[in-house]
């Protein structure tokens, strides 16, 4: 069997899509001079807004310079991760409020510093803050089924090595995360008392 070269393929590959392009060209284009006309106007206009946005190396070397540069300036927040956005970003969303939880709801069955896992079991994690009604942007609730604190589960004497969880607990005592000063004064009921009775 003859080898054939990648230039060969791509030679044979241009010129049948000559074919079908040409075509497409003139139903797009039109039958009159007019039509032509306005349909390479339109087609310059394209190619012109294109070639200065999607297609030009500078003004894409702009944008990463400024998404960079607003990065730098602003920060994500406290030890530049995405959880540092959490915690202080300005409407609030995630729990990430700095006003105070009390008295604590009946219905706020988790409390910070627990270890969770959904009930499905692919994730896990610790609770690091909550709100008595859900608080998130709109795109974020309209993908989001209702309800989600059911759909965790307390896990107990899990400890998980998670680098960020020390911005919010000074350590595991083999039960829950302990809460820095900070996160205890926005929650002060979730601290856990020895005496009580640990829910199920």
Do not use: C
């Not at 219905?107 to 896990?124: I, P």
């Amino acid at each position: 069997m003859p080898q054939v070269a990648a230039t060969t393929v791509l030679q044979l590959a241009l010129l049948l899509s000559a074919i079908p392009a040409q075509y497409l060209i003139s139903r797009w284009s039109g039958s009159t001079a007019a039509q032509r006309y306005h349909a390479t106007t339109r087609l310059r206009r394209i190619w012109k807004d294109w070639s200065g946005s999607y297609l030009n190396g500078t003004a894409w070397r702009e944008w990463a310079e400024h998404k960079t540069s607003t990065f730098r300036e602003e920060g994500p927040g406290p030890g530049g991760t995405p959880e540092g956005w959490m915690l202080d970003n300005d409407q609030g969303y995630f729990g990430a409020s700095r006003a105070v939880r009390s008295p604590r709801p009946p219905f706020v069955f988790l409390r910070v510093g627990e270890v969770v896992r959904e009930r499905n079991g692919l994730m896990v994690g610790v609770v690091v803050g909550w709100d008595a009604e859900l608080h998130a942007p709109p795109g974020w609730l309209s993908k989001r089924p209702s309800g989600p604190q059911t759909q965790l589960e307390r896990v107990t004497g899990v400890e998980l090595e998670i680098p960020t969880l020390e911005q919010y607990f000074t350590h595991f005592n083999g039960r829950q995360f302990v809460m820095r000063t900070w996160l205890r004064e926005i929650y002060p009921e979730d601290e856990e008392d020895e005496d009580e009775e640990w829910p199920r």
